[in-house]
């Protein structure tokens, strides 16, 4: 077979260190091995022709962390009900009030995540001035 010249833009010369468990290594060997093709050739693959996960948009960001921190004061009240209650006195709130106001902003955070996500119809925001109050 007659040897084919490649382009200089196409040879690998190259190395990219890349740091790993000694499980993960185990795991890509045992994937290449699986793929018929070299370690080096499935990690190309990967990180070269799969599309990268979407970034959540700036507001998305922000709002899910303001639910993360209303979801912590209703933890805390969710502690001093259960205290009280322990304790013989009346508690602060109902606790399947909270346990249900807390299902609820756990899945106002999915689907905040799930749909900005999904969502292609929009462009990346480059310069979001939008402030929360």
Not at 20 to 30: A, C
Not at 84 to 102: D, F
Not at 108 to 127: H, T, V
């Amino acid at each position: 077979m007659a040897n084919r010249k490649q382009s200089k833009a196409l040879i690998r010369k190259h190395i990219f260190p890349v740091r790993l468990s000694d499980i993960e290594l185990d795991m890509i060997r045992i994937k290449s091995q699986d793929a018929g093709m070299s370690a080096s050739e499935l990690m190309r693959r990967n990180a070269l022709m799969r599309p990268l996960p979407k970034r959540l948009s700036k507001i998305s960001l922000q709002t899910y962390w303001e639910l993360g921190q209303i979801g912590n004061n209703l933890n805390q009240l969710v502690k001093a009900t259960n205290t009280a209650i322990l304790m013989g006195r009346t508690p602060p709130a109902k606790p399947e009030l909270l346990r249900e106001l807390l299902e609820l902003l756990h899945q106002c955070r999915r689907d905040i995540a799930s749909d900005d996500i999904e969502s292609d119809d929009w462009e990346e925001e480059e310069d979001d001035d939008w402030e929360a109050d």
